[in-house]
């Protein structure tokens, strides 16, 4: 299942970046073709400078972008709501997957069909679908390069300022890569709390804010403002998620630990 979702990402990844490699020199108007254009780099060129327009000044497309961004955040707000929720389910019925993974030790293709059975029942029985965590990363990744093509390619936004940093240029003094790296982090600290156990997510602790900073250190400052923004509204959604989710999960467990310890109290009175 694991090497489905992260091939499935992959793919995506790279039809993307293949995507973005093209037309970056061309500027976009209402008149550029290909569904690229029309569906994704004009409508963000557009909204940028429509709303930079109503608010006016040096400041106005800089504010546009912020706007945008938490715009894009409510939007994809249910399907954060329910990357989390999965996130903490899973973290729930670890035991119940170790114990499978116990019962069904052995590495023959027979037995490993009968695990990956079994765990698609505990998922379906917890109503938990993996994929869940990765339809907000998915959707983001064609954003993200629309908003790179709609900044570079926007004619009105080149020479546009923001607070100390044009737009369509990279941060002077780089104090953008460095908040939008550290605000990643943060965003992963709270995101995986009670499972940096795993591995593979401690890994990803340190990998994306580094990866972040890399990318934010070389592209136009819009792309890490547009990172700074979106990291600051999912950590402040996180904790108005998480608590409600606590809730959910400890009564089932709970719960059961009532039955267990009902059952064997009246074994004791036999």
């Known amino acids: 299942?694991?090497?489905?979702?992260?091939?499935?990402?992959?793919?995506?990844?790279?039809?993307?970046?293949?995507?973005?490699?093209?037309?970056?020199?061309?500027?976009?108007?209402?008149?550029?073709?290909?569904?690229?254009?029309?569906?994704?780099?004009?409508?963000?060129?557009?909204?940028?400078?429509?709303?930079?327009?109503?608010?006016?000044?040096?400041?106005?497309?800089?504010?546009?972008?912020?706007?945008?961004?938490?715009?894009?955040?409510?939007?994809?707000?249910?399907?954060?709501?329910?990357?989390?929720?999965?996130?903490?389910?899973?973290?729930?019925?670890?035991?119940?997957?170790?114990?499978?993974?116990?019962?069904?030790?052995?590495?023959?293709?027979?037995?490993?069909?009968?695990f990956q059975q079994a765990q698609i029942q505990l998922f379906q029985k917890y109503d938990i679908n993996p994929m869940a965590g990765c339809l907000p990363i998915l959707i983001q990744l064609p954003i993200l390069l629309g908003f790179y093509h709609a900044i570079m390619r926007t004619e009105d936004l080149q020479g546009k300022t923001f607070l100390w940093f044009e737009l369509s240029e990279r941060d002077p003094y780089f104090i953008l890569p460095i908040l939008a790296g550290v605000l990643t982090f943060i965003q992963q600290k709270v995101m995986m709390k009670d499972q940096q156990s795993n591995p593979q997510l401690a890994m990803m602790l340190w990998l994306m804010p580094i990866m972040i900073l890399v990318f934010a250190w070389i592209l136009p400052a819009a792309l890490p403002l547009y990172w700074i923004i979106g990291n600051i509204f999912t950590i402040v959604q996180s904790f108005f998620i998480k608590i409600p989710e606590i809730a959910i999960v400890k009564p089932e467990t709970s719960s059961g630990q009532r039955k267990a310890k009902a059952g064997r109290a009246g074994g004791k009175k036999k």
Not at 13 to 23: A, R, Y
Request: net charge positive.
């Open 1 to 114: 299942m694991k090497k489905k979702v992260f091939g499935l990402i992959s793919i995506v990844l790279v039809i993307t970046l293949l995507t973005g490699c093209t037309e970056i020199n061309e500027p976009i108007t209402s008149e550029s073709t290909g569904i690229w254009n029309q569906f994704i780099v004009y409508p963000l060129s557009w909204l940028i400078i429509k709303i930079g327009e109503v608010f006016g000044g040096s400041w106005g497309y800089g504010l546009s972008i912020i706007l945008i961004t938490i715009a894009i955040r409510l939007i994809l707000l249910p399907l954060m709501v329910k990357q989390m929720k999965s996130s903490k389910m899973l973290q729930a019925i670890q035991p119940e997957l170790q114990e499978l993974k116990k019962k069904y030790s052995s590495k023959d293709a027979v037995t490993q069909q009968k």
